[in-house]
């Protein structure tokens, strides 16, 4: 099996990245994007359970 065309793309965007972002701000950068996701996962699990203080009688 041969590099695809989806790996090629993944490895030309990953250079130009890293073109214009540069070495020392790329880990920066990751971690941020790793928070980012965290907190989108988290607010997805709060949606999730219901909350009681939300349910209103009337």
């Known amino acids: 099996m041969g ?3 989806f790996e090629i793309i993944v490895l030309i965007v ?7 972002v540069g070495g020392k701000k790329l880990p920066e950068l ?3 994007m790793g928070q980012s996701v965290k907190e989108l996962k988290k607010g997805f699990q709060d949606d999730d359970e219901p909350s009681k203080s939300k349910t209103t009688k009337k």
């Open 3 to 5: 590099v695809g065309k």
């Open 14 to 20: 990953l250079l130009i990245t890293l073109l214009f």
């Open 30 to 32: 990751a971690r941020g």
